[in-house]
C-alpha cells in the first residue's frame, strides 16, 4: 500500500502520538536471547531425532538378518545399510522440516505432536522406496527389512518426541525459554491481561505502546488528520523496529477496532506478525478458525467433530476392533450367561434407552447386573452398595464385564468404541438444563469406554461438580480426537486403575 493510501485510510486515527510503556509482567530481555535458546533446542531435537533414526534404522536391519533369519555366518556386510540408514534419516529431516513439524511443539498437545512425527515417518519411507526403485537397488533389499526400519524408526520417533515435548513445554510454561517476544498496542489493562495469560505459553511482553487517542491538548497546534496520521504511523513503526520482537498484536477496543486494520498495514513496514484481537473475543477467538464459506471468508466457531474421512476412518476400526474383540470374548459370553441365569432370576440380557449421536435414542445392550429393569423416567442411578446389584451383578460392574455386549451396539453403528459414555435419558433431562454444553456430548456416537471413564470421572454423579467434570473430559475428547488418541484410551481400559474408580 502506498503512504498516501496508508495516510488517508489512517486518518481514523486522532491526532496524539501514542505514548509508551513497558508492561509490568513482561520482563525487557535482550534481543533474541530466549529465541535463539529455543531455537537451539529444536535444532539439537532435530539432530537427535535425525541420530535415533540412523541408529534405529542401521540396527533393525542388522538384527533381523542375524536374529531372525540366523543368518549369523553369512549375514550381510555391516557397511550395507549405513548409506540406506542415513537416507532415510535425511528423509524424515526434511519432511519435519518442510512441515514445520518441529515448531509445532510450541502449540499442539502431545499427541498430535507424536501423530505429525508418525506421518511424517510414513512420507519419509514412501520417498525411501521410491528412490530405491528409481535408482534400481530395490533387489537387494527384502520387503521385511524395510517393515522392521519402519517400525524401529517409528519408534524411535515416538519416544524421541515424547521425550522432547516432556522437556521443552514445562520450561516454557515456567518462563525459562522465551518461545516469542511480543509488542502489544491498546489500552494497557488490556495489554497487562493479555500479557499475563499469554505468559505460560513462553510468550513474553517486551514493550506496550497506547492505542492512539483523540488529541484533546489544545496548546498544541494540530495538523491535518492524514498528515498526523501519516506521522503517528510512522513514529509507531520507529519505536517498534528496535525492539526486534516476533509479533506485534493490537487489542482494539469496539470503537478502535475499524481503525485497527490500517494501523496493521502500517505496521507491515516491519519484518513481523502482526495480529488483531479485538478486546474481550479473546475466548471466541480462541476456538474459531478462519475459514473459506464459498466465495467468502468467515470466522468458524464451532465445527463438526469429524470430517467424513475421519468419521469413515473411526467407523472402519470399530467394526474391525468389535468383530475381533467378539470372537475373542465368545466363550466368556457364554460363561457369563450360564452365570447370570445360576445367580438370580430374570434374562441375561438387559436394554436400556440412552441416547446416542445427535441426541437419537438407541437401545443399549448389557449383561443384566441387577434384579430390575429400569428405564426412561422410572430410572435412578447406582449407588454404592445399592441392594438392588446382585452378587454376580457387583463382580460384572467392578470388572466392566458387563459393558461387552455393547460390543454388538457398535457393530450396529449406534455406538462406538470409544466416545462419551451414553447416559440413560432421565439422567440427560436433567443435567442438560444444568450445564450448558451438556448436549455438545452427543456430536459423536458414544462410547463402550471413553476419557472421562480412563480419567476416573465415571460410576455415581450425585453432584453437579462431577458430573461436569466428567462433561469437560468428554468435550476434550471431541475437540481433540485423533486415532492414536483413541487407541491410548483403550489401552488405558485395560491397564489404568482410575477405570475401576466408582465401578459399583
Given at each position: 500500500m502506498a503512504g498516501w493510501q496508508i495516510a488517508m485510510s489512517?486518518?481514523?486515527?486522532?491526532?496524539?502520538?501514542?505514548?509508551?510503556?513497558?508492561?509490568?509482567?513482561?520482563?525487557?530481555?535482550p534481543a533474541r536471547v530466549g529465541k535463539n535458546r529455543l531455537a537451539a533446542l529444536l535444532a539439537l531435537a532435530a539432530s537427535t531425532e535425525f541420530l535415533l533414526i540412523t541408529v534405529a534404522a542401521y540396527f533393525a536391519a542388522i538384527l533381523y538378518h542375524r536374529l531372525i533369519?540366523?543368518?549369523?555366518?553369512?549375514?550381510?556386510?555391516?557397511?550395507?545399510?549405513?548409506?540406506?540408514s542415513l537416507l532415510i534419516a535425511t528423509l524424515e529431516l526434511l519432511v519435519s522440516i518442510a512441515l514445520g513439524q518441529y515448531s509445532r511443539i510450541l502449540t499442539q498437545p502431545r499427541h498430535m505432536f507424536l501423530w505429525s512425527g508418525a506421518s511424517s515417518v510414513f512420507l519419509a519411507f514412501s520417498f525411501f522406496l521410491s528412490t530405491i526403485f528409481v535408482l534400481k537397488i530395490s533387489e537387494e533389499y527384502s520387503r521385511a527389512t524395510v517393515i522392521a526400519q519402519a517400525v524401529s524408526v517409528l519408534l524411535a520417533v515416538l519416544g524421541t518426541r515424547a521425550i522432547w515435548f516432556s522437556l521443552l513445554q514445562p520450561a516454557i510454561a515456567a518462563g525459562l525459554i522465551d518461545a516469542r517476544r511480543i509488542v502489544l498496542i491498546?489500552?494497557?489493562?488490556?495489554?497487562?491481561?493479555?500479557?499475563?495469560?499469554?505468559?505460560?505459553?513462553?510468550?513474553?511482553?517486551?514493550?506496550?505502546?497506547?492505542?492512539?487517542?483523540?488529541?484533546?491538548?489544545?496548546?498544541?497546534?494540530?495538523?491535518?488528520?492524514?498528515?498526523?496520521?501519516?506521522?503517528?504511523?510512522?513514529?509507531?513503526?520507529?519505536?517498534?523496529?528496535?525492539l526486534r520482537a516476533d509479533d506485534i498484536v493490537i487489542l482494539p477496543s469496539e470503537a478502535d477496532v475499524p481503525s485497527a486494520l490500517a494501523?496493521?498495514?502500517?505496521?507491515?513496514?516491519?519484518?513481523?506478525?502482526?495480529?488483531?484481537?479485538?478486546?474481550?473475543?479473546?475466548?471466541?477467538?480462541?476456538?474459531?478458525?478462519?475459514?473459506?464459506?464459498?466465495?467468502?471468508?468467515?470466522?468458524?466457531?464451532?465445527?463438526?467433530?469429524?470430517?467424513?474421512?475421519?468419521?469413515?476412518?473411526?467407523?472402519?476400526?470399530d467394526v474391525a476392533a468389535a468383530i475381533a474383540g467378539l470372537i475373542m470374548v465368545s466363550p466368556l459370553f457364554v460363561i457369563v450367561a450360564l452365570a447370570i441365569k445360576l445367580d438370580s432370576r430374570g434374562p441375561v440380557f438387559f436394554r436400556q434407552t440412552r441416547h446416542g449421536y445427535n441426541n437419537e435414542p438407541i437401545r443399549v445392550l448389557k449383561f443384566r447386573s441387577m434384579t430390575v429393569m429400569e428405564d426412561g423416567d422410572n430410572f435412578s442411578p447406582v449407588t454404592r452398595h445399592d441392594p438392588r446389584v446382585t452378587r454376580l451383578g457387583r463382580l460384572l460392574r467392578q470388572t466392566n464385564v458387563d459393558e461387552l455386549p455393547q460390543l454388538f451396539n457398535v457393530l450396529a453403528g449406534d455406538m462406538s468404541l470409544v466416545g462419551p459414555r451414553p447416559?440413560?435419558?432421565?439422567?440427560?433431562e436433567v443435567f442438560v438444563e444444568l450445564i450448558s454444553s451438556f448436549s455438545r456430548r452427543h456430536n459423536v456416537k458414544p462410547g463402550i469406554t471413553g476419557w472421562a471413564q480412563v480419567n476416573g470421572y465415571r460410576g455415581e454423579t450425585d453432584t453437579l461438580e462431577k458430573m461436569q467434570r466428567r462433561v469437560e473430559h468428554d468435550l476434550y475428547y471431541i475437540d481433540n480426537w485423533s486415532l492414536l488418541l483413541d487407541l491410548k484410551i483403550i489401552l488405558m481400559t485395560f491397564f489404568s486403575r482410575k477405570v475401576y474408580w466408582n465401578a459399583y
Open positions: 489512517y486518518a481514523s486515527f486522532t491526532n496524539l502520538p501514542a505514548s509508551t510503556r513497558s508492561v509490568g509482567v513482561g520482563r525487557t530481555l533369519l540366523g543368518q549369523v555366518l553369512v549375514s550381510p556386510d555391516p557397511a550395507k545399510y549405513i548409506q540406506e491498546g489500552d494497557q489493562g488490556h495489554c497487562l491481561q493479555f500479557s499475563v495469560r499469554a505468559m505460560g505459553t513462553g510468550i513474553r511482553t517486551i514493550h506496550s505502546f497506547d492505542f492512539p487517542t483523540v488529541r484533546t491538548d489544545a496548546s498544541v497546534p494540530a495538523l491535518p488528520d492524514a498528515a498526523q496520521a501519516l506521522l503517528d504511523a510512522r513514529q509507531l513503526v520507529a519505536n517498534c523496529r528496535p494501523l496493521a498495514s502500517a505496521l507491515s513496514d516491519l519484518p513481523v506478525d502482526v495480529h488483531v484481537l479485538p478486546v474481550g473475543s479473546i475466548d471466541l477467538m480462541a476456538v474459531s478458525r478462519i475459514t473459506q464459506f464459498g466465495d467468502m471468508v468467515t470466522m468458524r466457531i464451532f465445527q463438526c467433530p469429524l470430517d467424513p474421512f475421519n468419521r469413515a476412518i473411526k467407523r472402519a476400526f447416559h440413560a435419558t432421565a439422567q440427560n
